[in-house]
């Protein structure tokens, strides 16, 4: 089975604190990402890398940035987090090939920006 | 603009039948996928539609028309653990998912 850990379930931090959000994953997934989940709203894309070193912004890029340093390893950064960026973020993969390859998620960070 | 409706909320009964439905406009289709997820916990992938028609797997099914825009998830014999979100998701012109807000499905006693 796939598994794609997230490094904190909770997370509560001050305005203007840098963030970082860590995710690996276990299955030599070429692609990862980052989604931020608010109720009544659609899981919205942050950014997205297709290999090392390789990144891409999704549809809310702004106040964000990753880092792909190792295959297995994708970092979310909020550089200076807002009240508004209070959100559940989930980290996800999937295999390079196919039309079809599902996401694989890990279990999120709830982020509360005081 | 590209756009997904579900219904926001079911309720339905232990042992009964739902179908929860998800339209979609979207710039393309590349398939349409639904996910469970439940409270507190990360999506699950259930089924993948790219050609229309009906995909069983087990007490769950996954129906679509391209030509409607339509999907619909069916789920039979429901058991409590079936109370989730389910989430519909659209791959666009772009292979870029579009997400749905999810239904919320309450199953009682």
């Known amino acids: 089975d796939v598994k794609v850990t997230q490094s904190s379930r909770y997370l509560v931090k001050r305005t203007g604190e840098k963030v970082f959000l860590e995710c690996v994953q276990d299955m030599d997934h070429e692609n990862m990402f980052w989604y931020r989940q608010d109720p009544g709203l659609g899981l919205r894309l942050i950014y997205f890398?297709?290999?090392?070193?390789?990144?891409e912004k999704g549809d809310i890029p702004e106040g964000y940035s990753v880092s792909r340093e190792k295959k297995e390893r994708f970092s979310l950064i909020l550089e200076s987090a807002s009240t508004n960026q209070t959100s559940m973020y989930l980290c996800?993969?999937?295999?390079?090939?196919?039309?079809?390859?599902?996401?694989?998620f890990g279990n999120g960070t709830r982020l509360t920006v005081t | 603009g590209q756009n997904i409706d579900q219904p926001t909320e079911m309720t339905a009964t232990e042992g009964a039948i739902v179908q929860i439905n998800c339209t979609y406009q979207?710039?393309?289709?590349?398939?349409l996928f639904w996910y469970q997820q439940h409270a507190g916990e990360a999506p699950t992938f259930l089924s993948y539609n790219v050609l229309d028609g009906l995909e069983e797997k087990g007490r769950f099914s996954s129906f679509l028309s391209r030509s409607k825009g339509y999907s619909y998830l069916l789920l039979k014999e429901l058991q409590m653990k079936d109370s989730a979100s389910y989430l519909c998701?659209?791959?666009?012109?772009?292979?870029?998912?579009?997400w749905g807000a999810g239904t919320k499905l309450i199953i009682k006693p």
């Open positions: 979207t710039s393309g289709f590349n398939g």
């Open positions: 998701a659209v791959k666009d012109s772009n292979y870029q998912l579009i």
């Open positions: 996800a993969s999937s295999s390079g090939t196919g039309d079809n390859s599902p996401l694989h």
């Open positions: 890398s297709y290999d090392v070193k390789m990144k």
